[in-house]
């Protein structure tokens, strides 16, 4: 829908092919095995944990939206923490304007972790964001999704298409940095909705799967 109706693709030439996730990797936890896992890590364990996994580049418009969030006051009394995951070419920036920040107790840049540890951050983690002013096909979404997450995200490229009906409510207009703050803090403090997006989100995550996306790919490309 995003490529014919804002690139005036036509329809009958789109093709549409899922990227695949291994669920088995990305699973929620218990309670016990999620603070076992922010000592680990190093996490506060009473702390609410908003996580941010991406390269740190302009296109995800981190120094827009994120200092906006962290140093709000109702995030502080949420009794949250954001967690950012990724490096690149913003990084040395993005560290600068950390360092002189008035709320840096309310995040922590982590930097670069290698994939194989990535999923134990999905799983400490309460609030999944995505903030970014151009997308295809986000995997760190369904990621999220996959690890139980409930996720805030700009409403970009695909991001709209790979969502049941309650998880599209907390998509964003990519320049209202406000109502992406507000919508967290709803999130954080409203812990019913959270979870029945969670539900939503890992039933709905089953499509993307890599058994799911392989017989995607089998039947609309050598059938």
Same mark, same amino acid.
């Given at each position: 829908?995003?490529?014919?109706?804002? /690139?005036?693709?036509?329809?009958?030439?789109? /093709?549409?092919?899922?990227?695949?996730?291994?669920?088995?990797?990305?699973?929620?936890?218990?309670?016990?095995?999620?603070?076992?896992?922010?000592?680990?890590?190093?996490?506060?364990?009473?702390?609410? !944990?908003?996580?941010? !996994?991406?390269?740190?580049?302009? *296109?995800?418009?981190? #120094?827009?939206?994120?200092?906006?969030?962290? %140093?709000?006051?109702?995030?502080?009394?949420?009794?949250?923490?954001?967690?950012?995951? $990724?490096? $690149?070419?913003? %990084?040395?920036?993005?560290? %600068?304007?950390?360092? =002189?920040?008035?709320? =840096?107790?309310?995040?922590?840049?982590?930097?670069?972790? +290698?994939?194989?540890?990535?999923?134990?951050?999905? =799983?400490?983690?309460?609030?999944?964001?995505?903030? #970014?002013?151009?997308?295809?096909?986000?995997?760190?979404?369904?990621?999220?999704?996959?690890? $139980?997450? +409930?996720?805030?995200?700009?409403?970009?490229?695909?991001?709209?298409?790979?969502?049941?009906?309650?998880?599209?409510?907390?998509? !964003?207009?990519?320049?209202?940095?406000?109502?992406?703050?507000?919508?967290?803090?709803?999130?954080?403090?409203?812990?019913? *909705?959270?979870?029945?997006?969670?539900?939503?989100?890992?039933?709905?995550?089953?499509?993307?799967?890599?058994?799911?996306?392989?017989?995607?790919?089998?039947?609309?490309?050598?059938?």
């Amino acid at each position: 829908d995003y490529y014919v109706k804002n /690139l005036k693709v036509k329809r009958e030439k789109v /093709l549409v092919l899922y990227n695949d996730i291994d669920d088995k990797r990305f699973e929620s936890v218990n309670e016990a095995d999620q603070k076992a896992l922010k000592e680990k890590l190093g996490i506060p364990i009473d702390k609410k !944990v908003v996580l941010f !996994v991406h390269r740190l580049t302009p *296109v995800k418009r981190f #120094s827009y939206q994120i200092p906006f969030l962290a %140093e709000s006051e109702d995030f502080r009394r949420a009794n949250a923490i954001l967690i950012v995951v $990724g490096g $690149g070419p913003e %990084e040395n920036i993005i560290y %600068e304007e950390y360092k =002189k920040s008035l709320f =840096k107790d309310c995040i922590q840049l982590i930097g670069k972790v +290698p994939n194989a540890e990535i999923m134990d951050y999905y =799983k400490v983690a309460d609030v999944f964001i995505n903030p #970014s002013y151009s997308e295809g096909f986000p995997r760190v979404v369904i990621e999220a999704m996959s690890s $139980g997450l +409930p996720v805030v995200a700009t409403d970009v490229g695909g991001t709209r298409d790979i969502m049941g009906p309650e998880q599209k409510k907390f998509l !964003v207009d990519k320049d209202d940095r406000t109502e992406f703050r507000n919508k967290v803090i709803y999130l954080l403090t409203h812990s019913e *909705v959270r979870n029945k997006i969670i539900l939503e989100n890992k039933e709905h995550v089953k499509r993307y799967t890599t058994d799911s996306v392989s017989k995607m790919y089998i039947e609309r490309i050598f059938k």
